[in-house]
């Protein structure tokens, strides 16, 4: 939480953080100003003291919500610190010591701003942590009530909208090919399902920012794939559904993924389905406070293989077909965060009270066309107990309103 | 344009350039790969061949998209590169010269490469280019055909959707406090008018994605609030609306300002927006081809200036009121991007065949809780007018449809 950051800075032997970028899409930024439109921004805190926001004159406003003590500058933050790198270090009497350093910039402004920092701050060393084990991933890692009803209402916004879309698929007609037919008689394509979508997400105050997945049949097969626009909706085939909408502007996200088959399933997708859904059923059956998060991966993984699929703690190499990917993620500001699953991770990535996490196995074949993962997100609650954030059903098969089999 | 690459490295002496980030939200990544959902990539691109991208084994499909020699890695492209910086250097026979380095990262993971890749590769000298001064923008800078029609797709979605928000504000009930009142009785806030933008948006295929400005009254004085979300909307204030959607995923932005004023407007104001609106004209009329932009952020801050307001080159330090910021900008994969018409820009930045940019005079007098922008998006087409890329009316008032002064 917020409040652990100073202790953080001493266990790590930090004397003061920079945050360097906007103020928005820049999670370590976001956490400690709260957002607003501050698009040059440099914050700077050093161990035991509130936070200076360095930023351009033209957006004090914007920054002066953030509470913090903001310090316009006529060029802007940034510009300030590349033309005159010690005045800023100066104005915050730090001289000495060991500064970790975060944002999100363009990748030449940061290496202007560190070799401008190291040329004229010898006697400071600027520290670099690779982001999944930063400062900031730790104090986010678990989160307070607040944080998590923030979460909990892209949750309901996800659901609402989830469940709109099924209602739309399954009222829709469907020709001679199995495809579906719009009321204008225009097929349906994954990229009017997404424009639907957005509009649905944007009523409720969410965002679909990363862009959702919602991929069919052999796009299915592969976890990242997002889907063909062009694509017409079929029965029978497998859809991927994974959305993970945020707060407007740079808030907190969700994270949710049901998998389809309009009309009918074949036998082979059926009992696939059926596989991941046991599956994921055991692993919440199991969930327990303060447990390692990579035993579940392990589990996971276990159950994969002894159903005859491969994993990938079972094979080496890159996967392409089986359950290729880890069981979860921490959830937050960031879409990915800690803890982590992959059963290389850490021995910290535990399921501590506080932590917001996905439980998402998979089965994936492109070669037959197909893929399959459920996927929802849990808060471990102070009490010990794992709170699911957002419930909805986890049907395979959706019926068509006007079609039926053999029909 | 895309097919000046090539020669801009030349230009610059680079022997290659490596784009690192997502292929989205990261403009010259999307420049090169056309988008598509890689969260984690690494374009490496030798002078006068075609581009090499890395990516994650889970998104060679979406990396594929982008037509480009797609290089699948298990652990993804950046830790591949962490992992052994000489591999994919190596890999691409790329030993000693000057590469450029480009992108949009989390800042600690490119001090981290760059310290690795100075480390492993001291024959290579890495360059970094301020984002304004990049290859990047100078190639960005000129548009053709088929990315001015995005940019215009854009600009009809923003008019469109400003005319429904006038549409929407005119026809609402107003209380003897002259606030807006809505159907269900509740007043009519900001953020409300907000949810509505983003929802009539993502309708059109366009993506709100820095948020707009839709600031009144005191707010509307400074060039970047945003508006504050809780605030009634009244009539008889300043409202500035300044919209700049994108394309879904990390598109094309069009950039857009009206200022309005419900009901009525003071004297004062409507004498304000009049100045605005001369000068304006003034500049439009006097637009041409090669011009040097800074010549018309001169004539904007004179024409400013001998009508009794402080301008940036009539004054010193941070303006907080009258005509305080610059005429334009270029505008494209960045909401602002070259040319630039600072009056201390370089004198390169000139109105060419090919540029998009806007013109956007404004005044700001937040103590008389008032502020003024009128903006449009402009082509300069390669016959060497400038075509407005979406119209839409000038008017200050809008007289509401259920109120009538006095009544």
Request: negative net charge; glycine residues 10%; contains cysteine.
């Amino acid at each position: 939480m917020k409040s652990d950051l100073d202790g953080l800075m001493q266990t790590k032997n930090l004397d003061a953080l920079i945050v360097l970028g906007n103020a928005e899409k820049n999670p370590p930024m976001y956490y400690l100003t709260g957002g607003g439109h501050v698009s040059d921004a440099l914050l700077i805190k050093k161990r035991g003291e509130i936070a200076a926001l360095y930023c351009n004159a033209m957006e004090r406003e914007e920054a002066a919500k953030s509470g913090l003590r903001v310090i316009p500058t006529p060029v802007g933050a940034l510009g300030e610190l590349l033309n005159d790198p010690k005045k800023i270090f100066a104005d915050q009497n730090i001289h000495t010591g060991r500064v970790g350093v975060y944002g999100t910039l363009d990748v030449s402004v940061t290496i202007r701003l560190i070799d401008a920092l190291r040329a004229a701050l010898p006697d400071i060393e600027f520290i670099s942590e690779m982001p999944h084990e930063s400062l900031f991933m730790y104090a986010m890692e678990t989160k307070d009530e607040a944080e998590v009803e923030r979460v909990r209402r892209m949750g309901r916004a996800t659901v609402e909208v989830v469940g709109l879309v099924a209602e739309f698929l399954t009222g829709q007609e469907v020709n001679a090919r199995e495809e579906l037919i719009q009321s204008n008689g225009a097929p349906l394509t994954i990229q009017d399902v997404k424009n639907k979508i957005a509009r649905w997400l944007a009523e409720r105050g969410a965002a679909d920012v990363e862009g959702c997945i919602f991929a069919l049949g052999r796009d299915a097969g592969f976890p990242h794939s997002v889907g063909n626009p062009q694509d017409i909706l079929k029965l029978g085939q497998t859809i991927v559904f994974d959305i993970f909408p945020a707060e407007e502007n740079g808030g907190y996200f969700y994270d949710f993924t049901r998998t389809w088959s309009l009309g009918y399933a074949t036998p082979e997708a059926q009992s696939l389905h059926d596989e991941v859904k046991a599956v994921y059923d055991k692993v919440i059956e199991n969930l327990d406070v303060n447990a390692d998060f990579r035993e579940y991966q392990k589990l996971t993984c276990d159950e994969f293989a002894k159903r005859g699929h491969k994993t990938p703690m079972h094979n080496e190499g890159i996967l392409t077909e089986g359950y290729v990917h880890s069981l979860g993620h921490g959830l937050g500001l960031n879409v990915h965060e800690r803890p982590g699953s992959r059963h290389t991770a850490a021995d910290d990535n535990r399921l501590k009270p506080g932590v917001v996490f996905t439980i998402e196995p998979g089965l994936y074949y492109p070669e037959r066309g197909m893929g399959f993962r459920i996927e929802d997100s849990y808060w471990m609650r102070p009490d010990g107990k794992a709170e699911l954030l957002a419930e909805y059903p986890y049907d395979f098969v959706l019926p068509m309103k006007k079609w039926k089999k053999n029909s």
